[in-house]
């Protein structure tokens, strides 16, 4: 669900809209099976299972799609939902690092298909740890320019009495990166000022980025929707970095 680099764009284009839709449906789902099971059916006295919820319903997911998630999570409908939290690394082309980030009822299905989608498009499979390190996890509220400024989020979020390390331009979006912790004060920051954003999640963020030419994207990306469309994924995390010009050179396509 991370869809705010540079290249979104281009690559939404090309993706299948309705899929990705879907597939993001199912992804809050799960997040919402997950806080049922862990805390109850209660959202008032379950804040996970309220924060998944709000976010789901921020997202357009039906509110009948979520009533049952709840149900199911919490045990009330005689099934019993046990996911893991799986996290695979994986080199791309020209260097790049990936983490993918599974949610899984079944882990020997998870490592299987992750591993086949990651070798049969260019990738290989790297050694527990040897990318990981190259990657932070960090609070990320994304949210479109509009009128905003880095300066004038930045004002916002630290009047607020929240604490964020920066705003970064992704070019046609913002993203503000903070500790996990203070990720919550940042959003509420925002809505205390009536100012809208797409997404707040607790990402992976690399420390350092790897820039490719026209060809390594075009490899890239065929691996990373390899990669997005497995149920079992939830994100798919890069040190990618994609120019302008590579960009404008794969819209001629």
Same mark, same amino acid.
């Given at each position: ?28 789902? !799960?997040k ?30 039906? &509110? ?42 079944? !882990? ?18 790297a ?12 609070g990320?509220?994304?949210?479109p ?8 989020l ?7 009495g ?25 959003a509420?920051a ?22 490719l030419?026209?060809?390594? &994207? ?8 390899a990669?997005?469309e ?15 010009e590579?960009?404008a ?5």
């Amino acid at each position: 669900m991370s869809g705010h680099s540079k290249w979104a764009t281009t690559k939404h284009k090309k993706a299948a809209i309705d899929a990705k839709r879907a597939k993001a449906f199912a992804q809050y789902i !799960k997040k919402i099976e997950v806080a049922a099971r862990a805390g109850g059916a209660d959202i008032a006295g379950n804040p996970g299972l309220e924060l998944a919820v709000s976010k789901a319903k921020k997202n357009s997911v039906p &509110a009948a799609n979520i009533d049952r998630a709840i149900k199911r999570g919490a045990g009330l409908t005689g099934e019993v939902v046990d996911y893991t939290e799986i996290i695979y690394e994986a080199r791309g082309p020209q260097g790049s690092a990936l983490l993918v980030e599974c949610l899984t009822d079944n !882990k020997n299905r998870a490592a299987s298909e992750t591993r086949v989608a990651i070798t049969r498009n260019g990738g290989t499979i790297a050694d527990p740890g040897s990318v990981q390190f190259l990657f932070a996890r960090k609070g990320v509220v994304v949210l479109p320019k509009g009128e905003n400024t880095e300066d004038s989020l930045l004002e916002v979020v630290l009047e607020a009495g929240a604490d964020a390390e920066e705003v970064v331009d992704n070019g046609e979006t913002f993203s503000i990166i903070s500790e996990p912790t203070d990720l919550r004060a940042v959003a509420e920051a925002l809505d205390a000022a009536g100012i809208e954003y797409e997404s707040d999640e607790v990402e992976f963020v690399p420390s350092m980025k790897v820039e490719l030419d026209a060809e390594g &994207a075009r490899k890239f990306f065929k691996l990373e929707e390899a990669l997005e469309e497995l149920d079992d994924v939830q994100n798919v995390y890069s040190n990618v970095e994609i120019s302008a010009e590579v960009l404008a050179e794969l819209e001629e396509d």
